[in-house]
Structure formats: C-alpha cells, structure tokens
C-alpha cells in the first residue's frame, strides 16, 4: 500500500494573513490543492491531510476521495502525523500543503525506496531557515533545526526539505519516541533520524535535482515570488508549444489550463481552473477566464467569464459577462454589458447590448434587443424562459418567467411579456401612448399666473 500524507496543519505566521497559509493561490490554484493533485498524478493508493488551524477554511478544498484528520495543537510535525495514526500502514510518503512544486516523479521514486527512512534532500546557497543535514564519513546522522543549530552547522548547505518516505513500522517505532527536548518545545519529526538509526534501521538520503522543488511559501513575498516564477515557466511553455503571448509580464495561466497552439493572449489576461482555449481563440485584453472551454476562432474581449462553455467562430464582449451554467453554440455575438447565466444559446443568436439572460434557452438566429431582460426570479424559485428559432426580441423587453416564445415570433420594443408567445406572432405588452397637446405651455401658464 502507497500512501501520501500532506500536513497543512500550519498557522502560518509569518503570512499574516487572518487565513490559513495553504488557502492561499498560486494561478488560481490553492497551494493545497497543488500538493494533493501531485499525490494524485503519483503512483498513490490513499492519500491524507492533516488540518488545524483554520481547518473549516481547508475543507472546501479538499476531493471527498481524500481523507481528513486533525492536529489539535500545532506543536510539531511529528505531532501532525501523529494525528494521523491509524492512516499509517503500508509506505507513507510525507509531503506539505505549502510546498506546491514537488514532481509526482520524485514521489513515484520515493515509494521505491528501500530505506526505512528516506529523506529528501537539496542543496541551497542561502540554507537560512531550513534543517541541516549533518553527516559523518558521508552517512547522515541526525537533523538540525536552524533555531538549534551551531554556528558551523549553519553554514551546513544541504538542507531538509521535510520531504521522506517511511515504512508505517518504523515510522510508528519513531513517532512513540520523539520528545520535545528543543528550544521550542515542539515534536519535530527530524529527530526520527536519530531514533531509527539507534535501533538499528536504516536511513538514506536523495538529494532532487531542482532545489527549487520543495521550497516552501512563508511568507507574502515568497508567494509573489512563487507565483512569478511558476507564471513565466508556464508561459515559456506556452510560446515555446506555438501560443502566441503579447505581454508575458501581465499574462497569468494556471496549470490546470489547456492552450492550443495558435491562440493568442493579449495583455492583461487571467485564465484558470479547467479552462481550455482551442487553436486560432483570441482572449483579452483584460479578461478572465475560470473554468470554461473556448472554440475555435472566437474572441473574448474585456470579459468576465466562469464555468461556462463557448463554441467556434463566436464574438463576446467587451464588458460581458458569462456565468457558471453558460452553454453558447457556434457563430454567437454576445455584446457590451451582457450578462448570462445558466442558459443554453443556439447557433447564431445575437444579444448586443445591455441585457440579461438567466435561465433562458434560446433558439437559433434568434435577435435579443438592447435593454432586454429575463425576469427568473420570482422571490422565490428560478424561473425558465425558452425563447424558439428565429424570434426578434424588441428592446428594453421584459420576459416575466416562466414564459415560452415561439419559433418566429416578434415582440415589440418596450414589452412586459407575462404570457407565452405563439410562433410567429406579433407580442406588444405595453400601455397605450397617450399624447395631451399642448399640455406643457398650459402648466406654463399656470406657474405664471400663480407667481
């Protein structure tokens, strides 16, 4: 059995920030979630979190596939996987929920390790802040904190990345005897170095080849540093594979993003989550993309969009705004100030200027006009509007849900709609115009006289 226990138990002090260190986002992205989706890509057959501190705040984040357990008191690693207990059997491989560009190779090798323990080292010109490895005749043995450590051990340069593999007996053996004898009273798991290798187990090292791998986020900067760093090598990426990038500086794409070759971003653009931008699309400038798929040939311009679906050779925005439920088919004109959400948009349809479609299916080449509105709510529930094939919604119309409109119809500018609509008839639904003449020069008169 292979199993991944990430510690995101940390308050996260030197962040501070009123939320937990591993909520925090690189690209859209939790940190949390970069370390459980590499435990995921790994050869892993269980894998578990250990939360504290802002655990509430964790939860959401967390797949339902993945188990949960609870430091009480953030007093040391060794604590924090102590709280997992009954999760440790088989190999257990420790990783952190602040520590987000470990590799699923480096994991996958981990697991094969036949120490029983292993631990994952690198080598840092500015080791400040990390445990040293301090060896003799080139076997390690033992861990130093920086807070413990002597001066000469300071100027040790190979560093604990706090990364190790354990068989779940050792593992066990070791968290039964670790004390708290150090500056800060905490249980640190380092010290099982010294524990396994006085009962006789054996204990390797393996130094990764990227230091910059199993560096942690501590604080602000260090995130902005992260996030920097891991944007550029994302859109490296990118250019390298044939994306065409206009300003790389102020493009940002999370990993989980896929970009065809061909597609062009324009400054100022953000595209997150599960997005997918397909060859020749042409997002930005200013816009944001989470979580939606975008179709060939089809320009999203100063736009807002999330979990929605876009197709091919469409035009949306500027100022648009798709919302989560958005399903829009081929050749769509979706205009300034346009806000949908949770509706189905046929081939073809229009809607320029000004308006709201919520909960609407809508038909083929149907026209919706400026200052059109589908009035869903009703205080209550949601509402649908289904709109047929070919209709011309007139402005500043008003579709009082639920309510149908046939194929062909055409509703006069200025209508309430509160009854269904049969195809290819003429709906008006406002009050008469009435026009008093030369009422204005008569009030006239009247102020006049009264002074």
Request: hydrophobic share 40%; glycine share 10%.
């Given at each position: ?86 999760f440790l059997n088989g190999k257990v491989v420790i990783l952190y929920g602040d520590v987000p560009l470990i590799s699923s190779e480096v994991v ?128 490296n990426a990118l250019m390298d594979a044939g994306v065409t990038i206009e300003e790389p500086q102020t493009t940002f794409v999370g990993p989980d ?195």
């Amino acid at each position: 059995m292979k199993k991944v226990l990430i510690l995101a138990a940390g308050l996260g002090k030197r962040m501070n920030s009123p939320r937990p260190k591993v909520v925090h986002e690189v690209l859209g992205k939790p940190l949390l979630n970069w370390t459980i989706d590499v435990a995921k890509e790994a050869k892993t057959d269980e894998i578990g979190v250990v939360l504290g501190h802002g655990a509430e705040l964790v939860y959401p984040l967390i797949p339902s596939d993945v188990k949960i357990f609870i430091q009480e008191s953030q007093v040391g690693t060794a604590n924090a996987v102590k709280a997992a207990k009954n999760f440790l059997n088989g190999k257990v491989v420790i990783l952190y929920g602040d520590v987000p560009l470990i590799s699923s190779e480096v994991v996958n090798f981990l697991f094969e390790s036949k120490a029983n323990m292993t631990i994952l080292t690198a080598i840092l010109e500015t080791p400040f802040g990390y445990g040293r490895i301090v060896r003799k005749d080139g076997k390690v043995i033992k861990i130093v904190e920086e807070n413990d450590a002597t001066d000469d051990i300071r100027k040790i340069k190979e560093i604990n990345s706090g990364i190790y593999a354990f068989d779940s007996e050792s593992l066990v053996y070791a968290l039964d005897r670790i004390k708290n004898n150090n500056k800060k009273g905490e249980y640190y798991l380092t010290d099982a170095v010294e524990i396994l290798l006085a009962g006789g187990y054996v204990v390797e090292t393996v130094q990764v080849k990227n230091p910059n791998s199993v560096l942690g986020v501590n604080t602000q900067k260090e995130l902005a540093t992260l996030i920097k760093n891991v944007k550029d090598d994302i859109n490296n990426a990118l250019m390298d594979a044939g994306v065409t990038i206009e300003e790389p500086q102020t493009t940002f794409v999370g990993p989980d993003v896929i970009v065809e070759s061909g597609a062009v971003l324009k400054p100022f653009t953000f595209i997150y989550g599960k997005s997918r931008i397909s060859s020749n699309a042409s997002i930005g400038p200013a816009t944001t993309i989470v979580d939606c798929t975008v179709g060939n040939n089809t320009f999203v311009i100063r736009s807002d969009c999330s979990g929605s679906v876009i197709g091919n050779n469409c035009s949306i925005g500027p100022f648009s705004r798709l919302r989560p439920g958005t399903f829009i088919e081929d050749n769509v004109k979706i205009g300034n100030y346009v806000e949908v959400k949770n509706s189905h948009l046929s081939k073809g349809v229009k809607s320029q200027h000004l308006t709201y479609l919520g909960d609407a299916t809508i038909g083929e080449d149907t026209n919706i006009g400026a200052g059109t509105i589908t009035c869903n709510y009703d205080g209550i529930r949601k509402n649908k509007t289904f709109i047929g094939k070919n209709v011309f919604v007139g402005s500043n119309t008003a579709l009082v849900a639920p309510v149908k409109v046939g194929d062909g119809a055409l509703i006069g500018a200025g209508s309430t709609i509160t009854d269904d609509v049969p195809a290819y008839a003429l709906a008006l639904g406002r009050a008469k115009q009435l026009n008093k003449e030369e009422w204005v020069l008569k009030k006239r008169r009247d102020s006049s006289d009264e002074k």
